[in-house]
Nanobody, 119 residues
Framework: QVQLVESGGGSVQPGGSLRLSCVASGDDIYDIISVGWRRQFPRNDERELVA????????NYATFARGRFIVTSDTAKKMVYLQMNDLKPEDSANYRCFIVWGSGRFTSTGQGTRVAVSP
């Protein structure tokens, strides 16, 4: 069974930075297509893609994340990271990492780590 556990969230002031980490466990993961992060807003349960990194190392960012966030991964350690800079109050959400694997047949998602940005 594949499990993803995120960490690194917390409370910061506007303009601050956070680095989120995600570790995958389970020996069943194979043929990874992409890894990345989505965020979910508690007020309305809306979910949106933040950033995705494919197996060729090409990253795709949501418009709001471009220039501020950087997604990286360490395949050997089964880790995915999200460096978030210049955080804004509207970035407050639950950030959940995901892995698309099995040649695209499976998607595993973590429970998330909460980020709160306020003065």
């Amino acid at each position: 069974q594949v499990q993803l556990v995120e960490s690194g969230g917390g409370s910061v002031q506007p303009g601050g930075s956070l680095r989120l980490s995600c570790v995958a466990s389970g020996d069943d993961i194979y043929d990874i297509i992409s890894v990345g992060w989505r965020r979910q807003f508690p007020r309305n349960d809306e979910r949106e893609l933040v950033a995705e990194l494919n197996s060729d190392g090409i990253a795709n960012y949501a418009t709001f994340a471009r220039g501020r966030f950087i997604v990286t991964s360490d395949t050997a350690k089964k880790m995915v990271y999200l460096q978030m800079n210049d955080l804004k109050p509207e970035d407050s959400a639950n950030y959940r990492c995901f892995i698309v694997w099995g040649s695209g047949r499976f998607t595993s998602t973590g429970q998330g780590t909460r980020v709160a940005v306020s003065p």
